[in-house]
């Protein structure tokens, strides 16, 4: 038997990296696995993110260059503009009304929609409900309606024309206000969000609810709370942190708003073709052909959808930590 | 649109775009040394019915000179313009496209439409001088052959017409006398609507005031879109919209088709396809419609412009352009393909032949109550005036779209509407790097 020592030594010994690793192999192998697991996801990002982020970006210094009357072969060059399409953009009056007009539609929809979820989820959540799971799909529902099916739905109801909100107001003798201009047309599009938004973000809120321990709540009414206590001072600080991500969500979506007035245009002379930043974006892309403009303004919207986003996160989160120091 | 992750849409064009770029590799070689063996072309069109007409070619003529081609069926108008722009940027554009007359000039200068003068040159006498002319666009080169025309007319509602006693109108004047006057009768209803959601009708009606938008002198472009005679007719249109005698709704809107199908709206400025669109907007006024000329600006006068028309042309990535040409010639000349064209896609024809032709010697269904609709449309083509168009069409339409849309709602001045079109347009073209004439 102990003649035999490199045939029966125990098995992996010395050459298996577990049995006793030595420091080359140990340096050499074990870091490579990590990195040949990731690299699908690397590549697939490489090649289907940053690599046309960075495209774009290219894309957004330079500027197309046209000579003579510019017809025929090699009238149009692609030459280099330095921050031409970034000054352009900035001073664009357009592209900056776009953004108030989108923001003003986000002061109505971003407060109503997620009031209206959490007011849906504690409810949802209250300990006497009926049809609670009939109730949480009937407003969850919407949100299964695609976006651009949802706007031409609303834009039917909208045209006092054929709908029959219009008929029965026109039957009762009452006032027939036209949702598609001025200040209701913001309504209009509100009311199209939060029809579709709201139902998602009460399932948001409704899920951490549902997270949080029922001794709480005991120990709660223990001490004499009534349900409206309950909900003001244990489920809504409670569920803070998903208010913050529902809230998050509905501003980066807002930021790119574009279905809603995009398919609302057609419909009424009040929506332009650059009502929204991102319609800009498209309009310069695909109306105008000048992709590098558009470039440029889509880095800018990225840019500025960034900062807002994440300087919420941090204000948020410094909060956090600071009622939680307290 | 919910409230979920959101595709970014440019980033996603753009990475289409780049991963067009990469397949770009094999380019276009020139064409012009002898064909050997069959070829096989592909084109893109949204004519409906295309498919049928190219069988006639693909089981006749194409089969002798052993020339295939194939249809891929496209949204119209500016939606394939951006599409071919963007294939050839990748050098993948088809061998042949549809493209409208003011799409020409785009696509010209992006490189995109190769020069078939040889090939097409000898057809010109089929066509009016105001249509070829736009295929042309003023060079000594030929890039399209010309299809579809889509001359202006006036359609009204031949019975309210007669009902509150309203007479055709001869001039624009009398246009305005019989909005007011059907406003007096009946004021819940309109004559017709100012829509600012399709700017291919303004300019028609421009172009029939005598409005030249874009020119050219020496290498220079000049813009001219606010000049005397296009500021006429919108202060035209702007005093109609303003005194309430026409509606300021847009077109091609459910209320719309509503408006047309109950007579709340009894005529349309139109082209002569319009019975197609009448048959779907308002189907239940089948055969109460009639067409007659649009209204001119003096009475002495008799002219149109166009609201539409497209063309066939040839890309610049295409491998056998003789080929293409040769099948582009055939499609728009040919007799038995035009009336193909005719009944399978229910165009009006460019070649002035055809328009007399057997296809057109009964009127559309629609229009059944008219007997000499097509004779009629012959005589209207016939006084076509030549448009003008220019390199960014699409830039002074999408100002139009926002300018025009505003003021229609805000009943404010068009002028001031049509100085924004004039000076986005300019703005553009200076950008670009044109030479624009003052």
Redesign the interface.
């Known amino acids: 038997m102990t003649g035999t020592p490199a045939r029966r030594r125990p098995y992996g010994a010395g050459a298996a990296p577990y049995a006793r690793p030595s420091a080359a192999t140990a340096r050499g192998r074990a870091p490579r696995a990590p990195y040949f697991f990731v690299l699908p996801a690397a590549l697939l990002f490489l090649l289907?993110f940053a690599?046309?982020?960075g495209?774009?970006l290219w894309?957004s210094f330079r500027?197309?260059?046209?000579?003579?009357?510019?017809?025929?072969?090699?009238?149009?060059t692609e030459v280099w503009a330095g921050l031409e399409n970034y000054t352009d953009a900035l001073s664009d009056s357009e592209l900056l009304n776009g953004a108030l007009r989108v923001l003003g539609y986000g002061c109505i929809v971003v407060p109503v929609?997620l009031g209206l979820a959490l007011l849906f989820a504690l409810m949802l959540d209250a300990e006497k409900v009926r049809f609670a799971p009939v109730t949480r799909l009937a407003i969850f529902l919407?949100?299964a309606?695609?976006?651009?099916v949802?706007?031409l739905l609303w834009g039917?109801l909208y045209?006092?024309?054929?709908s029959p909100f219009y008929f029965v107001l026109d039957r009762l003798g009452l006032p027939q206000p036209d949702l598609l201009?001025g200040g209701p047309l913001y309504l209009a599009l509100s009311n199209i969000?939060v029809w579709?938004?709201t139902g998602?973000?009460m399932i948001v809120i409704y899920t951490a609810l549902q997270a949080i321990p029922v001794e709480v709540y005991e120990a709660a009414k223990l001490d004499g709370a009534t349900p409206l206590q309950i909900a003001l001072r244990i489920k809504i600080p409670m569920v803070a942190p998903s208010l913050v991500l529902t809230f998050f969500?509905?501003v980066i979506?807002t930021l790119?708003?574009?279905?809603?007035p995009t398919t609302l245009k057609?419909?009424?002379?009040?929506v332009?073709?650059?009502w929204s930043p991102?319609m800009k974006?498209?309009?310069d892309?695909?109306?105008?052909?000048?992709?590098h403009a558009?470039?440029a303004q889509?880095t800018l919207i990225?840019l500025a959808t960034l900062v807002l986003s994440f300087g919420f996160l941090r204000a948020a989160n410094r909060r956090n930590k600071q009622e939680a120091a307290r | 649109m919910p409230y979920t992750k959101r595709r970014r849409l440019v980033t996603t064009a753009v990475a289409v775009a780049l991963g067009a770029t990469a397949l770009a590799a094999c380019g276009s070689s020139d064409d012009g040394e002898a064909r050997s063996g069959p070829v096989s072309l592909t084109y893109w069109t949204w004519t409906p019915g295309m498919d049928k007409v190219v069988d006639l070619w693909n089981k006749g003529p194409g089969k002798k000179e052993q020339i295939t081609v194939t249809v891929k069926k496209q949204a119209s108008g500016d939606t394939l313009v951006t599409k071919i722009l963007t294939a050839h940027k990748a050098g993948q554009a088809p061998d042949l496209v549809q493209a409208e007359y003011q799409a020409l000039p785009t696509l010209v200068s992006n490189d995109a439409l190769a020069d078939i003068k040889d090939e097409a040159g000898d057809v010109k006498g089929k066509f009016a001088d105001g249509v070829w002319q736009q295929t042309t666009l003023g060079t000594d080169a030929v890039y399209a052959v010309p299809q579809d025309i889509g001359p202006l007319m006036f359609y009204y509602r031949e019975d309210l017409f007669e009902k509150y006693g309203l007479d055709v109108p001869q001039t624009w004047e009398e246009f305005a006398e019989t909005a007011r006057k059907l406003k007096k009768a009946a004021p819940d209803k309109d004559l017709t609507t100012f829509s600012a959601n399709d700017s291919g009708l303004f300019a028609g009606l421009a172009q029939q005031a005598g409005g030249r938008w874009w020119t050219t002198s020496g290498q220079k472009w000049k813009v001219g879109i606010n000049d005397d005679a296009t500021k006429k007719v919108a202060e035209f249109w702007g005093g109609l919209v303003e005194e309430g005698a026409v509606d300021n709704q847009p077109m091609y809107t459910p209320a719309w088709n509503k408006a047309l199908n109950t007579g709340k709206q009894i005529a349309w400025i139109s082209a002569v396809w319009a019975p197609g669109t009448l048959s779907t907007a308002a189907p239940d006024t089948k055969g109460k419609w009639a067409m007659a000329p649009l209204p001119q600006w003096s009475a002495d006068e008799n002219r149109t412009g166009s609201w539409g028309g497209s063309s066939t042309a040839v890309t610049t990535d295409s491998e056998h352009k003789d080929a293409a040409a040769r099948f582009a010639t055939w499609l728009n000349t040919d007799a038995d393909a035009l009336s193909a064209l005719a009944k399978e896609g229910g165009i009006y024809p460019a070649s002035t032949s055809a328009q007399l032709s057997g296809a057109f010697t009964n009127p559309p269904e629609y229009f059944s109550n008219q007997p000499d609709f097509y004779a009629k449309a012959a005589e209207i083509a016939e006084t076509t005036v030549p448009s003008a168009w220019g390199p960014n069409v699409n830039v002074a339409y999408t100002s139009f779209k926002d300018a025009f849309g505003a003021a229609a709602k805000n009943k404010s001045d068009f002028t001031a509407a049509l100085d924004t079109m004039q000076d986005d347009t300019v703005a553009d073209l200076k950008k670009q790097g044109f030479e624009v004439a003052p």
């Open positions: 289907f690599l046309p982020i495209y774009a894309l500027k197309a260059k046209v000579s003579g009357l510019g017809l025929g072969a090699g009238a149009r929609m919407p949100y309606i695609p976006g651009v949802a706007a039917f045209l006092p024309d054929v201009d969000a579709g938004g998602f973000n969500f509905s979506a790119q708003m574009f279905n809603e057609p419909l009424t002379n009040s332009s073709t650059t991102l974006v498209y309009q892309a695909f109306g105008k052909g000048d992709i558009a470039a889509a990225a």
